[in-house]
């Protein structure tokens, strides 16, 4: 079974701190997404990436950066966390087009 | 990418009966995936049904595929209470990402 683990179930933030989301899988997949879930607006895709090293921009990258230095681990950085950005974090990978694995989830709050 | 849309918002049944919900989308697919979350938790990938399939089942679900008219359906037959969760589609139109919808928030009482 694939295998998506993220680095904390629940996180508390002030605001203006430096946040590291990290999110390791056992698959070898190539690809690898960070989404955020907010009640009413669904999952939005902030970053994804398809190698090591390489990386995209999703729908709402703003206040975001992410990292991929080996290919099970991605992280997703807030470099200065700011209340808006209260939410429940997703990682997600695939091998490709097929079926994506999500972890357990991150709820954030920044107070 | 394309977003799939959800219908309804939230459907709320009892046990042992059948809940349906349905899915539209706008362009092309290859194919059409649905996946469940439960409160608090990741989303985990129910079904996938490609484009030039009209029917798929697995245990108890049921999903149809209406190309001509981009839409889907997910049938849960006898639905248990440990069905609440909401339900979510994603057409694959063959882009390296999904994109999630609102979902349907199902709620199956006792």
């Known amino acids: 079974d694939v295998k998506v683990t993220q680095s904390s179930r629940y996180l508390v933030k002030r605001t203006g701190e430096k946040v590291f989301l990290e999110c390791v899988q056992d698959?070898?997949?190539?690809?690898m997404f960070w989404y955020r879930q907010d009640p009413g607006l669904g999952l939005r895709l902030i970053y994804f990436?398809?190698?090591?090293?390489?990386?995209e921009k999703g729908d709402i990258p703003e206040g975001y950066s992410v990292s991929r230095e080996k290919k099970e681990r991605f992280s997703l950085i807030l470099e200065s966390a700011s209340t808006n950005q209260t939410s429940m974090y997703l990682c997600?990978?695939?091998?490709?087009?097929?079926?994506?694995?999500f972890g357990p989830g991150t709820r954030l709050t920044v107070t | 990418s394309q977003q799939g849309e959800e219908d309804p918002q939230a459907l709320s049944i009892q046990e042992g009966e059948n809940a349906t919900m349905n899915c539209s989308y706008k362009t092309s697919i290859n194919n059409l995936q649905w996946y469940r979350q439960n409160s608090g938790r990741g989303l985990v990938h129910l079904i996938l049904?490609?484009?030039?399939?009209r029917e798929k089942h697995s245990g108890r679900l049921r999903v149809t595929l209406d190309t001509s008219k981009k839409s889907s359906s997910l049938l849960i037959t006898a639905s248990r209470a440990a069905d609440t969760a909401s339900y979510f589609c994603?057409?694959?139109?063959?882009?390296?990402?999904?994109?999630f919808g609102k979902g349907t928030m199902l709620l199956v009482s006792p």
């Open positions: 698959m070898d997949h190539e690809n």
């Open positions: 997600a990978t695939t091998a490709g087009s097929y079926e994506q694995y």
């Open positions: 990436s398809y190698d090591v090293k390489m990386k």
């Open positions: 049904i490609r484009s030039n399939e």
């Open positions: 994603a057409p694959d139109s063959g882009y390296s990402t999904l994109t």
